[in-house]
């Protein structure tokens, strides 16, 4: 089996979007379980979810994805963002560039 290297590999904005999307919808998927069950996947049962999140992270450019607390902040406010679509959220998050 090859592996690559991190800085070997990138995703493609059309991928990121799309994985945007995914976490839009298990977001709003956490929403209903709570209105439902009165719990979401936040209670541990489906912690596995957040690895789309910390895929989209790992693979956004360094000005997101480093482990301080000012990248975390703006990352999360760009995944957040629903005002704007899921392709112009991964434009944001592959450049580095982010205005509010």
Do not use: P, W
Request: charged share 35%; glycine share 4%; proline share 0%.
């Amino acid at each position: 089996m090859i592996y690559r290297k991190q800085e070997d590999f990138t995703v493609e904005k059309r991928d990121m979007a799309l994985l945007i999307e995914v976490e839009d919808e298990l977001d709003n998927m956490d929403k209903a379980f709570e209105q439902l069950a009165g719990h979401g996947h936040a209670s541990g049962e489906f912690r596995r979810l957040d690895y789309v999140f910390d895929v989209i992270q790992h693979n956004s450019h360094q000005c997101f994805s480093s482990e301080s607390e000012e990248s975390m902040q703006a990352f999360f406010d760009v995944m957040q963002d629903k005002g704007r679509t899921a392709e112009e959220r991964a434009d944001i998050l592959l450049s580095g560039y982010y205005v509010k």
